[in-house]
């Protein structure tokens, strides 16, 4: 079992930016894939980034040349960086985790292939 927990959500102005973090105990982190995803009021959740156990990266379209998604297997964390931040980006924020392995790496878009979730960390960006 893998627990997730997600940390530097907060309130802040467009343009702003926030580091999200997502802290895994229970297991070493380093065979695990983890994604983030998002879910602003009244809408589904969807995907924002993914990072892969190689390091590997992918984004929405949405977030590109914006957010940056790392890892530090050290100390068990990913993290989110979230730069310019837009009152569209108003969202709980979701940590994903699976040890899963596809060579293509939008496989990591799919919510349904995770098995570990994190309780989310609210995200609101005021115009």
């Known amino acids: 079992q893998v627990q997730l927990v997600e940390s530097g959500g907060g309130l802040v102005q467009a343009g702003a930016s926030l580091r999200l973090s997502c802290a895994a105990s229970?297991?070493?982190?380093?065979?695990?894939?983890a994604a983030w995803f998002r879910q602003a009021p009244g809408k589904e959740r969807v995907f924002v980034a993914a990072?892969?156990?190689?390091?590997?990266?992918y984004y929405a379209d949405s977030v590109k040349g914006r957010f940056t998604n790392s890892r530090d297997n050290a100390k068990n964390t990913v993290y989110l960086q979230m730069n310019s931040l837009k009152p569209e980006d108003t969202a709980v924020y979701y940590c994903?985790?699976?040890?899963?392995?596809?060579?293509?790496?939008?496989?990591?878009?799919?919510?349904?292939?995770?098995?570990?979730w994190g309780q989310g960390t609210q995200v609101t960006v005021s115009s």
């Open positions: 990072i892969t156990q190689s390091g590997s990266t």
């Open positions: 229970g297991r070493t982190f380093s065979p695990y894939a």
């Open positions: 994903a985790a699976d040890r899963a392995s596809n060579g293509d790496i939008r496989y990591y878009t799919r919510e349904y292939i995770f098995d570990y």
